[in-house]
């Protein structure tokens, strides 16, 4: 079975975003979860975070970085062109059961993964102050659709070139230090931004909860790339989370193990854009 690609947009230079025909994994998705993709039957299994379903139109959204060889593999597809295997949800979904104040932090492309939750927390009644931050204004994605989702929206730009200039953080803080009382805190994002989060909220004993999407490989726990430490015992992304509790988080492990690859991935990725480019030609 192929699945079919029913839209397809560019939402920065390096940011696509998808809908995927899939009928069994939109009927049971919800936030937080994953799918594996193969874009073709030679190609690699990668994860990728469900970024909103449609039960109706059968369909799942996915938003993904150009970042490897199968990220600009998948980019090559335009609406109408299928990809050979969509296979999901998997992972744990977003626990959502009496949660009434919520600040979700989110971060450059994770703030893909962080709509769907501020989504279906607002569906729910639950008063979302959301902060998103990315490095400049050419970045920013998801704008108006966080500003739908939330009470309270508050973007962030390394730069200043759009919303305020700081780190996502510093809203957080300001947040809490004027009694904000939060019942939970969802950061979303890469590593280092999810460890200040949790640091910030610390003082505070707000319970944080982070999304270790960024470590995941295979998407099983068969090959153990995603495992981390958490409260001194080891866990595994893809199965145990990926979200779980920020104050436990190794995040200095995490954040080592994350690079072993990427000069391998980076050499991938330059061999597929080259083979595109001798293709175009």
Do not use: W
């Given at each position: ?44 299994r990668i994860p ?113 070139t759009a919303g ?118």
């Amino acid at each position: 079975m192929s699945y079919r690609i029913l839209m397809k947009k560019v939402l920065n230079p390096t940011v696509t975003m998808m809908d995927i025909e899939a009928p069994l994994v939109a009927k049971k998705a919800d936030a937080g979860q994953f799918i594996i993709l193969r874009v073709d039957s030679e190609g690699e299994r990668i994860p990728l975070t469900v970024a909103g379903y449609d039960r109706t139109r059968r369909t799942v959204r996915i938003i993904f970085q150009v970042v490897g060889a199968t990220t600009a593999a998948l980019n090559q597809k335009e609406e109408g062109d299928f990809i050979e295997d969509f296979v999901g949800p998997l992972g744990n979904k977003t626990e959502t059961d009496g949660l009434k104040k919520v600040c979700i932090v989110g971060g450059g492309v994770g703030c893909a993964i962080a709509l769907p939750v501020a989504q279906k927390l607002h569906e729910l009644g639950c008063e979302v102050h959301s902060i998103v931050g990315f490095r400049s204004q050419d970045l920013v994605i998801l704008q108006e659709e966080f500003a739908a989702a939330s009470d309270r929206l508050t973007l962030m730009t390394d730069d200043g070139t759009a919303g305020r200039k700081g780190l996502v953080t510093e809203p957080l803080a300001e947040a809490l230090k004027n009694g904000e009382n939060y019942d939970e805190i969802i950061a979303i994002g890469p590593l280092v931004m999810m460890k200040f989060v949790v640091a910030t909220a610390r003082p505070y004993g707000v319970k944080t909860v982070v999304s270790m999407n960024p470590i995941m490989i295979d998407g099983t726990g068969m090959c153990g790339g995603c495992r981390l430490t958490v409260g001194g015992v080891t866990k595994f992304a893809c199965v145990d989370g990926p979200e779980f509790d920020g104050y436990e988080v190794d995040f200095d492990e995490a954040m080592e193990r994350s690079v072993l690859y990427r000069d391998f991935e980076r050499h991938a990725y330059e061999n597929t854009c080259n083979l595109f480019r001798k293709e175009v030609k």
